[in-house]
């Protein structure tokens, strides 16, 4: 059974940093991509930013490109969101997610970025 742990959310004031951490267990996670989602009050949730296997290219939204970086760790099954600079428009419940042949989330991690 996939399972999903995200850590590492708080309260930052502006401009501040963050790391979010998943801790996977359940699946075959270093086969497939990786990616952090979020979701602000009121918006629906939208991707973050995807890792592949290999770590090769990662994706960026525009809203997080050159202030976040994506990481993972396969021979642990952990993967991390480097977050810097961070604004109160950051402020979300960001989630881990997973896809084989479905989508698989985590319970979140609160992100709040004070003005």
């Known amino acids: 059974q996939v399972q999903l742990v995200e850590s590492g959310g708080g309260l930052v004031q502006t401009g501040g940093s963050l790391r979010l951490s998943c801790a996977a267990s359940?699946?075959?996670?270093?086969?497939?991509?990786m990616g952090w989602y979020r979701q602000a009050p009121g918006k629906e949730r939208e991707i973050v930013s995807l890792i592949d296997w290999n770590a090769d290219n990662p994706y960026y939204s525009d809203s997080v490109k050159g202030r976040f970086t994506i990481s993972r760790d396969n021979a642990n099954n952990m993967v991390y969101l480097q977050m810097s600079n961070l604004q109160p428009e950051d402020t979300a419940l960001y989630y881990c997610?997973?896809?084989?042949?479905?989508?698989?989330w985590g319970q979140g991690t609160q992100v709040t970025v004070a003005f």
């Open positions: 359940g699946g075959s996670f270093s086969d497939y991509a």
């Open positions: 997610n997973f896809y084989d042949s479905k989508d698989y």
